[in-house]
C-alpha cells in the first residue's frame, strides 16, 4: 500500500488553472453584457478621447471597449479570489519543514513558541 504524505493533499500555490476559470469566464460574461449595454447608449462614432473624436472604425472601439470592460470585470473577479483566501491559505509557509529557518516555531525538532 503506498503512503500518502500529508502536504500532497494540501493544495498548492501559484498557478492554479481553476482560480483562473474563477475570474476569466464570469469576467467574460460581464464584458459582453456590459459592452451590450454601453454601446446600445452610446455611438462609436461619437465618443472622444481628450477632446478629439477617434478616428478608429466602429469595429476597432468595439473590440478595445469589449476588452477594457472585460480587464476591470477580471479585476473585479481576482480581488473576489484573493480577498476569499482562508487563513490557513494566507499563513502557509512555502517552504518544507526541514529548509525553514533555525527559529522557525513551524520548524521539526525545535522548541517552537510557547
Known amino acids: 500500500m503506498e503512503t500518502v504524505k500529508l502536504d500532497e493533499l494540501q493544495p498548492k500555490r501559484g498557478f492554479d488553472t481553476k482560480r483562473l ?4 469566464w464570469p ?3 460581464v464584458a459582453g453584457a456590459a459592452e451590450a449595454l ?6 462609436p462614432s461619437d465618443l472622444h ?3 478629439e473624436p477617434l478616428e478608429a472604425s466602429r469595429t476597432a472601439v468595439y473590440s478595445v471597449g469589449f476588452f477594457l470592460f472585460w480587464g476591470f ?3 473585479s473577479s481576482a480581488l473576489t479570489c484573493f ?3 482562508s487563513s490557513a491559505e494566507i499563513n502557509r509557509c ?3 519543514a526541514e529548509e525553514r529557518p533555525v527559529g522557525c516555531p513551524k520548524r521539526d525538532g ?3 513558541c510557547s
Open 21 to 24: 476559470i474563477w475570474i476569466l
Open 49 to 51: 478621447f481628450f477632446g
Open 27 to 29: 469576467s467574460f460574461i
Open 73 to 75: 470585470a477580471a479585476a
Open 83 to 85: 480577498f476569499q483566501r
Open 38 to 43: 454601453f454601446f446600445t447608449i452610446f455611438d
Open 110 to 112: 525545535e522548541a517552537g
Open 94 to 96: 512555502p517552504l518544507p
